[in-house]
């Protein structure tokens, strides 16, 4: 089963408007990190905002806020306010089982965020 | 501070040769991975290290090894090179897990990627 599901392959939002991208997860660790990275074209990964799994609060960095509903195993990210340079591809990553699992983050498949003058 | 980078940006090599790709942590971290990323498989990873050790390997043939230094720069390589090695190979840093003190988790687990070496395979 995929650790990482992001139904949205593709999004469009208007500049100025809010956009969520989905995010599910899926761990059995009840220690685990949840990180939302933007991809642009040029290819690198740019760290957007974090969410621990013992987190009280959803986390928020700027624009960026992650909604984490950890019944539903559910990490979404809000974009407020799009900006023409939001349009990049977006990727949900999990990091889990620091012991066993070191260094690895788990990435799900990507949505392609547009945004629209 | 300067981020993660990696060395060099673009490579063309042929069927068979072997390449090697650099990466240079941000200062501090000592831990380093490297993920393939494919349109068909996405990002996956390879191997982590830390104090020059591997701790960690994904799903990948013999044919990728890496190494880190005393300085925590890593090198990856591959071995006999296959169309389907054509991919961005991306190397991301970190704090080692367990590294707390005044540092907080958010800090501490989180991995910032390099630009990543694009390597054609022809």
């Known amino acids: 089963a995929q650790k990482i599901t992001q139904t949205q392959p593709g999004m469009f939002v208007q500049e100025k408007e809010a956009v969520t991208l989905d995010c599910t997860y899926d761990?059995?660790?009840?220690?685990?990190?949840l990180f939302w990275y933007k991809q642009p074209s040029s290819g690198e990964m740019i760290f957007l905002i974090y969410?621990?799994?013992?987190?009280?609060q959803n986390a928020t960095e700027g624009r960026y806020s992650l909604n984490f509903q950890k019944a539903r195993k559910s990490a979404n990210l809000v974009i407020s306010a799009s900006q023409l340079g939001d349009s990049a591809m977006y990727f949900c990553?999990?990091?889990?089982?620091?012991?066993?699992?070191?260094?690895?983050?788990?990435f799900g498949d990507g949505t392609t965020l547009t945004v629209k003058p | 501070k300067a981020g993660v980078t990696q060395t060099p940006r673009y490579l063309i090599k042929t069927r068979g040769q072997q390449v090697t790709l650099s990466c240079s942590p941000i200062s501090g971290h000592r831990s380093v991975s490297w993920y393939q990323q494919t349109p068909g498989q996405g990002l996956q990873f390879l191997f982590e290290?830390?104090?020059?050790?591997?701790?960690n390997k994904g799903n990948f043939p013999g044919r990728f090894s890496g190494r880190q230094f005393s300085n925590s720069r890593s090198e990856m390589n591959v071995s006999t090179l296959e169309l389907g090695d054509s991919a961005l190979y991306l190397c991301?840093?970190?704090?080692?897990?367990?590294?707390?003190?005044?540092?907080?988790?958010?800090?501490?687990?989180?991995?910032?990627f390099g630009p990543g070496t694009r390597l054609t395979v022809l």
């Open positions: 290290y830390f104090s020059e050790t591997q701790r």
């Open positions: 990553a999990m990091r889990e089982g620091y012991n066993t699992n070191a260094g690895k983050s788990t």
């Open positions: 991301a840093s970190s704090y080692p897990t367990g590294a707390r003190g005044r540092l907080s988790k958010a800090t501490t687990d989180t991995q910032y």
């Open positions: 969410q621990g799994s013992y987190d009280q």
């Open positions: 761990t059995s660790d009840p220690s685990y990190g």
